[in-house]
Nanobody
Framework: QLQLVESGGGLVQPGGSLRLSCAASGFTLDSYAIGWFRQAPGKEREGVSS???????NYADSVKGRFTISRDNAKNTVYLQMNSLEPEDTASYYC???????????????????WGQGTQVTVSS
């Protein structure tokens, strides 16, 4: 059974850092592009970052310079390092598998499937 499991969320003060993990089971990630999305209460799910199978990253403007996506194919895991966190980053964060070759560039939810259950990130003092 193909499954993605997110972890690493938590409560952090503004300016702090967290590293989220997206671990795959039932398949190997190395052939797939993976995206990170987030959804705050009352808001639509939005794209945060993606990484192609070859390691090319893409970022939403709101997180450029603060977030870094990476992948460790040996561990079958994709990471999202989040620095300089702001209260506006508070949301549930999800990872998912890209459907097609253009999906990493689009960063829209409909281009992704096999969603994980999410991990909560709360940025507050």
């Amino acid at each position: 059974q193909l499954q993605l499991v997110e972890s690493g969320g938590g409560l952090v003060q503004p300016g702090g850092s967290l590293r989220l993990s997206c671990a795959a089971s039932g398949f190997t990630l190395d052939s797939y592009a993976i995206g990170w999305f987030r959804q705050a209460p009352g808001k639509e799910r939005e794209g945060v970052s993606s990484i192609t199978s070859g390691g090319r990253p893409n970022y939403a403007d709101s997180v450029k310079g603060r977030f870094t996506i990476s992948r460790d194919n040996a561990k079958n895991t994709v990471y999202l390092q989040m620095n300089s966190l702001e209260p506006e980053d508070t949301a549930s964060y999800y990872c998912a598998v890209a459907r097609g070759l253009l999906s990493p560039l689009l960063l829209i939810p409909s281009e992704y499937y096999y969603w994980g259950q999410g991990t909560q990130v709360t940025v507050s003092s």
